[in-house]
Every structure is written in C-alpha cells, then in structure tokens.
C-alpha cells in the first residue's frame, strides 16, 4: 500500500514554520506542533519578571488549551550553564532545569534582563553566545527581554538589524554596539526571527506578539485580557526621561550641553553656541553628534521637550503657556517636536500623566 505520509521539508522560522499555531475560535482550523521554548538562566544579576514573566504567560496558554480539550502548545524550559541553583535581586531562587548541552532542539530562546555591570555580566555568560547563535543558525527564533539586548548583541546576531531594550541604558548599548540600530522608542522590534522588547514589562508586550505569532490572534487577545496587558503598545517614547548624555570627554561639547539645560527658555541657534565655543559651525555638528548620539538641533529640542514634560505633568499651565515657557513660539512647530519624541500631543500628555487632570477624567 502505498504511504499518504506526504514528504517531509524543511521548516521555516516561528509562524512560517508548516504549522504556524492555534486559533480558539471554533471556526478556525486547528494545527498543532509542541514549540520548544528555552528562557535562559543567566549568571550573576537577572531581572526575575523578565524569567517569570514570559514562563507564566507561555504556560497560562497551555492551560487555556487542556481546558479547551486540546494538547498544550509549549514545552517551556528554564536552561542554564550548568544546573545550579541561581539567587536573583537577593529574594528569588531559580534552578534550571537544563543546560545547554542537553538542549538539541530549541524553536524559540528567550534571553532574559541582564543587570549590574554589564561588561561583567557578559563575561560570565559568554559560554551562551555561541550556543544562541548556533541555535539561531538551525532554525530557532531568539527573543530578548529588556537588558537581555546586551547579551543578544554580543552574539554579533543584532548587527545591522533593529533592536530594542530599556531607554535608561540606551547611551550604554550604543557606544557598546555601535552596529546594531538602536531605536530606542519602540517597544518591539522584529527582524527575521530575532526579537527585542522594551524596557521592563513593556516585555509582555513582546511576549504577547510571540502568541499571537505561536497560537493565533484570539489567544493573544485572551492572554491580554486575563493579565490585563495592553495588547498592541507600539511606543516606550511617553516614558522616556531625557538626561543629558555627558559620559564623554569633549570638555567643549559639555560647555554647549550646560549653556542649552541652562538657557532653554531662550531661542538658542547652532551658529551662537559655535560662536561661543570658537569652533566652525561644522566641527561643532560633528563633535556633538560623535559626543552624545545626537545633532545639536535634536539636543535643543529634546531639553526643550523635556521642560515642558515637566511642566505638563506638574503645572496647571496651558499648552500655550508651557510653549512659551520653554522656548516656542510657533504652536505648529512645538506640536509637532512634542509628539515627534513622545509619541503624544501635548494635551494627551498632560491627560495621561498630571494628577489633576487624570482625576478630573476619572
């Protein structure tokens, strides 16, 4: 008799894979494959939500699937350099309960949020480079957490690619890995299998576009309401909180960079601070940008914003009056840089994060 096993092929990546998930829906079709998923155990100092976090979700599907009378989706396993048991942030133990010479297949590694130093914490965890990127090679997706972004970087895996992590290390990450793209506003990036998240539980976020990817829309929406995520955040930018990049040692950059936190509320030009710095209009671009990853202009404007997130968030001021107080004339103009960085107009702003007015809405 003649065998209808059709021919086997070689599977793609995550949902491009030849079963690409599960719908709830009782009209969608039902294919399943048990996905591997590995959450690394790292050495040294680790954000535990960002282990606990994604090991909750991955099984809370499972669950929702047995109670459905279907097979559960993840097989969700905590992998280590070696077996013992790990201590994080003083309180939470974590033992793994393999090491990565006894995974010989893997469809998704999760790196989790490094912390500390984190050249030394990358040196304690070397041995998991190559073992990312040999696992990456055969077909497994790699999603990092948070601060996971610098292990994942130093595998030489995010160069040339788009990559996310928490905005308070960003200056770090980029003078770290200066050819990996960082765009430090999203809140997910996706590049061919190789994930990055946010900062902290802006995490779930990612985790929550892997169900989605793994297990359908209707499960990602499920998982949303039941841990109460906002599903679909696109942006971290309202919460990013601009300190000047000074970490450098351009003594007349940080001249300029003083003289723009001090003078904000004044019409400051590229061509002034040249002027006061004795240097051509063009070397000073150059400088500034080689010093604090930022144009002049871009500099300007990010204090002046900042100012005015500031005043938004404290002050009974209205829009106008804030534009004024931080240096704007033209409304259009202010508008636009405002929501440019932040990702919302300056009256959403003020809606969001002034405790009057949030108890007014309320």
């Known amino acids: 008799m003649q065998s209808t096993e059709k021919s086997k092929k070689p599977w793609g990546r995550g949902a491009n894979a030849p079963f690409p998930g599960v719908d709830c829906d009782k009209t969608s079709l039902y294919f399943w494959i048990m996905k591997q998923i590995s959450i690394l155990?790292?050495?040294?100092?680790?954000?535990?939500?960002?282990?606990?976090?994604p090991h909750k979700v991955f099984t809370q599907v499972n669950e929702f699937l047995t109670d459905a009378g279907k097979p559960p989706m993840f097989d969700v396993k905590l992998v280590g350099l070696s077996k013992e048991m790990h201590t994080y942030e003083n309180l939470f133990t974590v033992k793994p309960q393999a090491t990565i010479d006894e995974v010989s297949h893997t469809d998704l590694i999760i790196v989790p949020a490094i912390k500390g130093d984190f050249k030394e914490s990358l040196e304690m965890n070397q041995e998991f480079v190559p073992w990312i990127s040999k696992k990456y090679k055969q077909g497994a997706e790699v999603a990092s957490l948070c601060l996971g972004a610098f292990l994942l970087a130093s595998t030489g895996l995010l160069k040339g690619k788009k990559c996310s992590t928490h905005w308070v290390a960003a200056n770090?990450?980029?003078?770290m890995f200066p050819d990996v793209n960082l765009v430090p506003e999203k809140i997910i990036t996706d590049e061919n299998g190789i994930y990055c998240s946010g900062g902290a539980y802006s995490l779930l976020n990612l985790v929550l576009y892997l169900v989605e990817k793994y297990a359908g829309r209707s499960m990602a929406v499920l998982c949303a309401k039941v841990f109460e995520?906002?599903?679909?955040?696109?942006?971290?930018?309202?919460?990013?909180?601009f300190n000047g990049q000074k970490e450098h040692e351009d003594?007349?950059?940080?001249?300029?960079?003083?003289?723009?936190?001090n003078n904000f509320q004044k019409r400051i030009t590229v061509d002034e601070l040249a002027s006061m710095l004795a240097l051509s209009r063009r070397n000073l671009e150059r400088r500034f940008k080689k010093a604090t990853a930022n144009t002049t202009v871009e500099y300007i404007q990010r204090v002046k914003i900042e100012a005015a997130k500031m005043s938004l968030e404290s002050s009974r001021e209205n829009v106008n009056e804030v534009m004024y107080k931080v240096g704007y004339t033209d409304s259009k103009a202010f508008r636009t840089t405002f929501k440019k960085i932040t990702g919302l107009s300056p009256l959403q702003y003020r809606s969001k994060f002034n405790k009057e007015t949030s108890m007014t809405f309320a």
């Open 41 to 53: 155990i790292p050495k040294g100092e680790a954000v535990m939500g960002s282990i606990e976090g």
């Open 251 to 261: 003594e007349h950059i940080k001249k300029a960079q003083i003289f723009i936190e």
């Open 172 to 175: 770090e990450f980029k003078r």
């Open 229 to 241: 995520i906002e599903i679909e955040r696109g942006s971290q930018s309202q919460f990013i909180i």
